[in-house]
């Protein structure tokens, strides 16, 4: 069974902080986190290594991590970064 976050707004340096708290807690929680980022209407860079952090700690945690559902705001930020294929995200990778 995997466990949900649900990220909304802003997702941006003025929260990384407490989002990177948030983020590591419900990755912990269980092997599986499910991260879903339809209510994400700002992504920067701040909010994005928070997101990359998760990433590389489930990695050495041997947990997973699935980003779902993702926003506008979202995709434009990972796509110009190339990051899709880092996060294996079928979503975001193209051929």
């Known amino acids: 069974m ?9 997702v941006n340096i003025y929260r990384a902080a407490d989002l990177k708290i948030e983020v590591l807690a419900a990755l912990r929680a269980g092997p599986v986190l499910e991260i879903d980022l339809a209510g994400v209407t700002e992504l920067d860079t701040a909010g994005l290594q928070v ?7 489930a990695t050495l ?14 995709v434009d930020v990972v796509e110009m970064l190339n990051l899709g294929a880092f996060f294996g995200d079928a979503v975001l990778i193209h051929s």
Do not use: D, I, Y
């Open 2 to 10: 995997s466990q949900q976050l649900v990220l909304e707004g802003e």
């Open 51 to 57: 997101l990359m952090l998760a990433k590389r700690t």
């Open 61 to 74: 945690e041997q947990r997973e991590l699935r980003l779902r559902n993702h926003s506008p705001a979202v």
